[in-house]
């Protein structure tokens, strides 16, 4: 079954550092998201993206991020600028047009 | 607004009993999504529900959506231990979905 992978699983990084967290959607998915969870939250939604541009953003997602299909196959999150409640799981996930949503695993972004 | 309410907030079973967690929303909703998060997991799609009134099931879980558009359930019969996890519901509202706090559902055996 087709799958969206995430890299890396776990980054701890300092704050006030930038970090870049590294997704691949399935293949033939047009749409691309950016959620985060923070521990024992709910699941919070960042951006969309489609046909190479931001489709919606949420009031979480300021100026310190952006993201970039830099090629046919990546999608990037990157955190310009750490703050210590920046520290979640991000999750890229990845559509058709909206049925059905496939998460990948995560990455666990830790900020000391 | 853009937000749903999901209830409870965690519920505890003893294995073989049933389960049930519900969201409401103020507004209609186009579709419903609900999805399971086993724990350090990430979330996994499990169904949508799109027409008014429409019941789904999937082996022992069933899934509700209100007349009205504004209310969904999920119940689990007789629940396993392998049913652990948080059930999250979640709306779509043009290009995202808005997630339910979860109901995180711990099995006794």
């Known amino acids: 079954e087709p799958e969206v992978t995430q890299t890396p699983s776990h980054q701890v990084t300092q704050m006030g550092q930038e970090v870049i967290l590294r997704c691949v959607p399935i293949s033939n998915h047009l749409y691309f998201y950016w959620y985060r969870q923070i521990l024992g939250q709910k699941v919070e939604f960042l951006v969309s993206f489609y046909n190479n541009e931001i489709s919606e953003k949420s009031e979480i997602f300021d100026d310190q991020f952006s993201v970039e299909r830099p090629d046919g196959s990546n999608f990037t999150l990157k955190i310009r600028s750490t703050k210590l409640e920046d520290s979640a799981m991000y999750f890229c996930a990845s559509s058709e047009g909206g049925i059905i949503y496939t998460f990948g695993s995560g990455t666990r972004l830790t900020v000391v | 607004g853009q937000q749903v309410m999901q209830i409870p907030q965690y519920q505890h079973v003893q294995e073989g009993e049933d389960f049930t967690t519900y969201c409401n929303s103020s507004?209609?909703?186009?579709?419903i999504q609900w999805y399971k998060q086993r724990p350090g997991g990430h979330p996994v799609f499990l169904i949508q529900l799109v027409k008014s009134g429409e019941v789904k099931k999937q082996k022992r879980l069933t899934f509700q959506f209100g007349e009205a558009k504004k209310n969904s359930s999920l119940h689990i019969t007789a629940t396993q231990t392998t049913d652990v996890g948080t059930y999250f519901c979640a709306a779509e509202y043009g290009n995202k979905l808005v997630f339910g706090a979860g109901t995180i559902l711990r099995v006794k055996s």
């Open positions: 507004t209609t909703l186009s579709n």
